[in-house]
DNA sequence: GCTCATTTGTTCGTATGTATC
DNA sequence: TGATACATACGAACAAATGAG
């Protein structure tokens, strides 16, 4: 009598689909981090052996999962779970082009500062930690062919990215700071919301990028998403817009 | 089975599979406006009978376009394509809070003129027209509480809205101008690209929203698409964002 | 360059459940 | 209640891509 050793089996109980709740379990492996990004998930007859179910079902809740960008196959390799590079385009902070059917600009990143600074509002509130938790500092500068375009400040959750100030600085300088958080952390950035209006720049702003204070910026608030709407970034950026405008896509 | 014996409608041929073949001609159906937004497409049974598929294979197909967005399925019911209403909350254009918690705010908008005028660059590039062709130019004012907060300036090809001068102007008080392009030209918005920047209005929109021209707006360009990415507006807007911002979400 | 085991992709079809009117 | 339409679950057979040997 196998039935009994039988691993944790999903019986037929209706309201909730089988292939359902397989999903959501798989999805939880990824979620717990026990699933890495990159790291190939098991072949549907392991599925289907742990778990008691035809084919079609486990396909079905792959295949949502793949839908809903989760998961990406490759016929003859497996299946493997999503990073964020997957979503990058809709995903990048900063698309600068000069007109519609201009080219995209490539921006260098410069890292000016990282340290640890005490909570305050709104960052603790919008990143859903207590105000008395600290938080990581990040301050860079964006150059376009030399000249700084956009000024940055992010704020982490300490207790989420401990030992980030250990991180050798030239990395953030490599890759966006999203992908370093995923390789490190294990973090993908799964959305992000966004906060724009038209401001002069604050002191500092305007000394970074090195225009007066009397040039009109884009100021944009930035929350960045983990799994399940976490949100693991608030960002302050201000960007000037006098030669190429900031794109969005929907 | 009887395998030797095919009904041959959408015969096996390899390269393209059989689902996506259908998929497209149901897509390009819709897109040609035989099937409209809101009617009913045929039931898997009769697209079964007239392709001569198996069920799962309609089933695939048409779950694709769901996903894709261009169906939607109620159990017991039918299939049914989708509108532009279905996929409102990402499109739409003016979304203002305070800050990321806040409540967003109802604009009223209050259409201003609506005339024709010659092509210009660079609308007509955009809107994949000859620069000779007549464009309609309807100008709006979105109100927030009472107080003018966005001027706006579409463009619309006049060969893509034939008689639209004629249509009420208060029909543009009511229903915001892609639910008014769906209904009357049965063309649904299926994405758009903004192009954001900051910078002083014009004179035309510093009188028009109220302020001084010494106060910074957004400027946004957009252009909005329906099916196969053909663009049907292009907008310029003028957008105040002293008190509340514009939201985005990715 | 070829073969083979593995893995996903496609197509077929049946049976039954559930929602709608 | 019955007829209709979509949803779930099952699974077989074969095709196509991958990577190792």
């Not at 998930?41 to 999962?65: C, D, F, H, M, W």
Request: a positive charge; aromatic letters at 12%.
């Amino acid at each position: 009598m196998n039935r009994s050793r039988r691993p944790a089996r999903l019986t037929h109980h209706p309201p909730i689909p089988v292939y359902y709740r397989l999903q959501e379990l798989v999805l939880k492996e990824i979620e717990s981090g026990k699933l890495q990004p990159g790291s190939m998930i098991p072949t549907e007859r392991q599925l289907v052996e742990s778990y008691g179910v035809s084919i079609g079902t486990v396909k079905k809740a792959i295949l949502n999962l793949v839908h809903q960008g989760f998961l990406y196959r490759i016929q003859g390799k497996g299946t493997f779970v999503t990073g964020t590079t997957l979503r990058r385009e809709s995903l990048r902070y900063y698309r600068l082009l000069e007109s519609f059917d201009g080219i995209e600009s490539n921006l260098a990143v410069k890292p000016l500062q990282l340290k640890r600074v005490p909570g305050f509002h709104p960052a603790s509130r919008l990143l859903g930690i207590r105000a008395d938790q600290p938080l990581f500092e990040l301050k860079r500068i964006f150059l376009l062919e030399g000249s700084p375009v956009v000024y940055s400040i992010s704020y982490l959750p300490q207790n989420l990215f401990k030992r980030l100030d250990e991180y050798p600085s030239d990395e953030f300088e490599k890759k966006p700071l999203y992908a370093a958080i995923e390789e490190k952390y294990g973090l993908p950035t799964i959305s992000n919301r966004e906060l724009i209006s038209a401001a002069f720049p604050s002191r500092e702003a305007a000394e970074a990028l090195g225009i007066p204070k009397t040039v009109p910026v884009l100021y944009m608030e930035m929350l960045a998403f983990t799994y399940r709407k976490r949100p693991y970034e608030y960002r302050r950026a201000y960007c000037l817009t006098a030669e190429r405008k900031v794109f969005r896509e929907y």
